[in-house]
């Protein structure tokens, strides 16, 4: 029983430390926003920032509308399929705000970020880690936190933000077009139908969604990064990295959504 006891302490005590980790990780990158920094610094800063927002953002959108629409789609033809003599504009309406738009859409998004940027930038810190670069980077003065984790957190964050409110509009507008293959129902009475229903609590749970998602997951990815030990071990990183970051991005959407519907948005 005490073995047992002890084993569930030492669990608790490395979930502790491991998060405690990412936090302090995410927090004292933010710190360096304030500190004083030359012009030249700023616009690396500024490059390597652009750069993951490229990245992430412009070159994932693809994936992410790709996903989404084939997602949506499948809703309305399982919906009219079942449901073809009781769906209204309202039911439909309704059942593509709260679960397309809010539930469905920034969770595709953190999947495949996760399964793009994530590892890429586990794999790229694991490397540094492993060769030594940031002893290098030190002994020149040059600070990792500013140069590299800020960027990713901030681009990640960008990222975050235009792929779910751009991803979450265009899958209302397409995902509900596809409809007239299954239904009668008029299209544009639908579109004024749900665009009417979006409020701005429904975007602000999505923009929380993508900001929350966009300072953490960068942190368990370079988090990972750092603990890796030999060249051998950066796919195992990459592994723990993806694993831990949909952990972290299902319960924190879960998180947040029960935040929205408690405070009634």
């Not at 309202?90 to 738009?101: G, L, M, Q, T, W």
């Not at 681009?155 to 995902?175: E, K, N, Q, R, T």
């Not at 579109?191 to 929350?212: C, H, Q, R, T």
């Amino acid at each position: 029983m005490m073995e047992f006891l002890g084993s569930i302490g030492r669990r608790v005590l490395q979930t502790l430390d491991y998060y405690g980790g990412v936090i302090s990780l995410t927090y004292y990158s933010l710190l360096e926003i304030f500190k004083g920094h030359t012009k030249n610094q700023w616009k690396l800063f500024y490059i390597n920032t652009t750069k993951q927002v490229f990245f992430t953002a412009y070159q994932g959108i693809k994936n992410v509308l790709f996903v989404l629409i084939l997602i949506s789609t499948m809703a309305s033809f399982i919906l009219f399929a079942n449901l073809s003599g009781l769906v209204s504009k309202e039911i439909v309406a309704d059942i593509f705000i709260i679960i397309i738009f809010r539930e469905i859409s920034p969770i595709i998004v953190m999947i495949i970020i996760v399964a793009r940027s994530v590892s890429a930038i586990t794999v790229e810190i694991g490397n540094m880690t492993v060769n030594k670069e940031f002893d290098i980077f030190v002994s020149m003065g040059i600070d990792p936190l500013f140069f590299l984790v800020l960027p990713r957190i901030v681009g990640m964050v960008i990222s975050f933000i235009i792929l779910i409110i751009f991803s979450s509009f265009v899958v209302l507008f397409l995902g509900t077009t596809s409809i007239i293959l299954f239904s009668s129902i008029d299209i544009e009475e639908l579109l004024n139908a749900i665009f009417s229903k979006v409020g701005i609590g429904d975007l602000i749970l999505v923009m929380s969604e993508g900001i929350v998602a966009g300072l953490f997951l960068p942190s368990i990815a370079m988090y990972h990064g750092f603990k890796t030990l030999s060249k051998n071990l950066v796919p195992v990183s990459a592994t723990k990295s993806i694993i831990a970051s949909l952990t972290f991005a299902v319960l924190s959407s879960i998180l947040i959504t029960v935040i929205f519907y408690v405070f009634a948005f």
